[in-house]
């Protein structure tokens, strides 16, 4: 069975970046026909995507995130990172990580847990 | 504001059907199946339906799916007080609002 599992500091200063991992087990991340996708939600409001990357590194970005957003990945940890550079409290949510699934169509699982940042000096 | 749009909340009663719509575009909904998700309070999100209507493993048959033009709808049967959650829809984007989109979510309030 999948699990991910994010890990990253809780805390981040204003102006400066936010890294993330995640850390997949069970399944290998170079499997084909899977995207690795992280997604974020802000205190009691919905879900935004961030972006996703597949195991060759191919990366893909949410168009209004693109300029302060990179997602890499490393196939010999099973992990893949975020960063988002220049934070401001707009940033403060939590954050998943997420397998995106295709066949045919494209969906969402599993999830991990999800890890929270916040934005303060 | 999300690019797909669904009513802030929804309610039933134990035993009662209930629907949520989730409207999109030509660009998302139109040319691209939706999944659903349901969150918990305080847990992440689970998918419970895609392809728009496929249900995964373990997800029981009282949750269905369907989509029509721009349209999809989540239906719940035989409602239960563990449904009680937000649920969100999702699709991929052809425009440049994409890839990926979501609705607002759904906050289902079990009587």
């Known amino acids: 069975q999948v699990q991910l599992q994010e890990s990253g500091p809780g805390l981040v200063k204003p102006s400066q970046t936010l890294a993330l991992t995640c850390t997949v087990s069970?399944?290998?991340?170079?499997?084909?026909?899977?995207?690795w996708s992280w997604v974020r939600q802000p205190a009691g409001k919905g879900l935004e995507w961030i972006g996703r990357?597949?195991?060759?590194?191919?990366?893909t970005y949410n168009p209004s995130l693109k300029s302060r957003v990179a997602i890499s990945v490393d196939t010999t940890k099973n992990q893949f990172s975020l960063t988002l550079s220049s934070v401001t409290a707009a940033d403060t949510a939590l954050y998943y990580c997420?397998?995106?699934?295709?066949?045919?169509?494209?969906?969402?699982?599993?999830w991990g847990q999800g890890t929270a940042v916040i934005v303060s000096s | 504001q999300s690019v797909l749009t669904q009513p802030p909340s929804a309610s039933g009663t134990p035993g009662q059907r209930v629907t949520i719509s989730c409207s999109g575009n030509s660009s998302n909904i139109g040319s691209n199946a939706v999944s659903w998700y349901r969150q918990l309070p305080g847990t992440a999100p689970k998918l419970i339906l895609y392809?728009?209507?496929q249900r995964p493993s373990g997800v029981p048959d009282r949750f269905s799916g369907s989509k029509s033009g721009t349209s999809a709808s989540l239906a719940i049967s035989g409602l239960q007080s563990e449904d009680e959650a937000d649920y969100y829809c999702?699709?991929?984007?052809?425009?440049?609002?994409?890839?990926?989109?979501f609705g607002g979510g759904t906050r289902l309030t079990v009587l």
């Open positions: 392809n728009n209507g």
């Open positions: 990357i597949y195991f060759s590194g191919a990366a």
């Open positions: 069970g399944d290998s991340i170079s499997s084909s026909g899977y995207f």
């Open positions: 999702a699709a991929w984007d052809d425009s440049l609002l994409g890839p990926w989109v």
């Open positions: 997420a397998r995106e699934e295709y066949q045919g169509g494209n969906w969402f699982d599993p």
